[in-house]
């Protein structure tokens, strides 16, 4: 029965009519898992002798165990966001002699091929075999290892339940960042109270019955709640839902435009697509820690330009890249009514800049790392409106692939609305702002190369007329390509 099931789905990917472009993707997907799963293994392989270097004085094992609180926690966080959980058309299934319990089996059995599952075994399956070419008990490195990957399957299964709830995120992410702040600032350890568990995981390979046991549990909570809704009538009836009117009048004021805000302003608000995309362009905020705490960037000033273009460009970069997508459902009515093309992309426009102006609001606590990162974030920000808004709508043109505004799928991982042309659009709007600032800081000084990075900015606004007006007619000559792409039904 599997072998069928594998079959139907084969067929069905194979007959789509977006079978070419799926295949890329796919490939694409494939190179990435190989590239990050060989980085894991590298990881894995000299996690030891790391270790054993930077903390010599305590075993690495037990450096392992104190930290694995932090992996598990950011492996599910990680996991809520980007792990595309299976999908089958069960309708059909439904109403011929096929049982329940075989296809919600088949359906969890999907869930353990995951590649976020094979991440920990690339990890620590090299530093198992270390440990055991360094001497240590067979036993109890194998079946802390069989432990290890209990616990990852049980996170597996949890992600499984949490999924559909944006609860997860307001409770381990803020958990995750409180956790490190007071491991860092030794005001309370948790890796030592919950490494003693995971040593007692090692020490006592008979402990190892534990995570298989919740496992196993976690398997059965999924099986049965799976099979509670697995019936025709809950599948076929239609659910109603409450609607809220939102007060938009005090966006009346920017005349002309304003229906177009209105519509993608509630279009964010009700739809589960739009709304996973806007809340993880919040992350962008937090990117400039990555580079501002290390002294080894402070001497790459090109690469702090591309972060603090980063900083305030969450929402265009995200968002922005899927215009006109977002309008798809609905795209053929919208270029039937009698309004201005103009005045579509230029509320676009405006929705990006006002993005970037609160994202930039929003950076100020960068001030601790001095005024000269801030003025870098402040010119990444007139970049990201002056020249980046625009590339991204110019980007807009070529893309022609459709989204479905309620599929509940994950942020990262939902290759819905993608098209091989956005990497390369992308390419300018990542590479431009660290030539703009690194030629002039190479040839002058830094103050230079943030004078021409933020005057790349305000020309752009400048000349904002002539460049609409260019991406207007691009917009115009491809417009029933457009409509004819987003009729296309998947």
């Known amino acids: 029965m599997v072998k069928q099931f594998m079959s139907l789905e084969w067929k069905q990917f194979k007959r789509a009519s977006y079978f070419q472009k799926g295949l890329a993707i796919k490939i694409l997907l494939v190179l990435g898992a190989i590239y990050f799963g060989g980085l894991a293994i590298l990881l894995g392989g000299g996690m030891f002798f790391i270790l054993r270097k930077v903390l010599p004085e305590v075993d690495p094992i037990i450096s392992i165990n104190n930290f694995l609180v932090y992996w598990m926690l950011f492996e599910l966080m990680i996991r809520y966001f980007m792990q595309q959980l299976p999908v089958m058309n069960i309708k059909p299934l439904m109403l011929i002699p096929i049982k329940r319990n075989t296809v919600i089996h088949y359906l969890l059995g999907k869930t353990t091929l995951s590649f976020f599952n094979f991440i920990s075994l690339f990890l620590f399956l090299p530093f198992s075999i270390v440990l055991l070419a360094q001497g240590y008990p067979p036993t109890n490195v194998i079946l802390w290892f069989v432990s290890l990957m209990s616990i990852t399957m049980s996170l597996n299964f949890i992600n499984f339940l949490i999924n559909k709830s944006n609860t997860v995120f307001y409770v381990i992410a803020p958990t995750l ?4 702040g007071l491991e860092f600032y030794n005001i309370f350890k948790i890796s030592e109270p919950v490494g003693i568990v995971f040593n007692a995981l090692y020490n006592n390979p008979v402990f190892v019955i534990i995570p298989i046991l919740i496992m196993i549990g976690m398997y059965y909570v999924n099986f049965k709640f799976i099979r509670k809704g697995f019936y025709l009538d809950d599948t076929v009836s239609k659910k109603v839902k409450e609607v809220n009117a939102t007060d938009l009048s005090w966006m009346n004021r920017f005349g002309s435009i304003a229906p177009f805000l209105k519509n993608d302003v509630k279009m964010i608000w009700r739809n589960a697509r739009p709304k996973q995309v806007m809340m993880m362009s919040f992350f962008f ?71 970037v102006t609160v994202s930039f609001i929003l950076s100020t606590p960068y001030l601790y790392f001095g005024w000269k990162i801030f003025a870098m974030i402040a010119a990444g920000a007139l970049f990201n409106i002056g020249l980046n808004t625009f590339i991204t709508l110019f980007g807009g043109a070529l893309n022609r692939v459709p989204i479905e505004l309620n599929v509940k799928a994950k942020a990262f991982s939902n290759t819905n609305g993608f098209n091989p042309t956005q990497l390369l659009i992308a390419l300018p709007k990542m590479v431009l702002p660290m030539i703009l600032f690194y030629i002039p800081y190479k040839l002058i000084n830094f103050n230079a190369g943030l004078l021409v990075l933020a005057l790349s ?34």
């Open 177 to 180: 960042i409180v956790l490190i």
């Open 285 to 355: 905020l937090f990117y400039g820690l990555m580079f501002y705490t290390q002294e080894i960037y402070m001497e790459m000033p090109a690469v702090l330009a591309f972060a603090s273009m980063f900083i305030t460009g969450g929402f265009l970069l995200s968002f922005g890249q899927l215009v006109p997508s977002w309008d798809s459902e609905y795209y053929k009515m919208l270029m039937s009514q009698n309004i201005p093309y103009r005045k579509y992309l230029e509320s676009k426009w405006y929705l990006m800049v006002v993005a």
């Open 457 to 490: 900015g305000v020309l752009g606004i400048v000349f904002k007329s002539f460049f609409l007006n260019k991406i207007e007619k691009i917009y115009q000559k491809g417009k029933y390509k457009t409509i004819a792409a987003f009729s296309e039904k998947k």
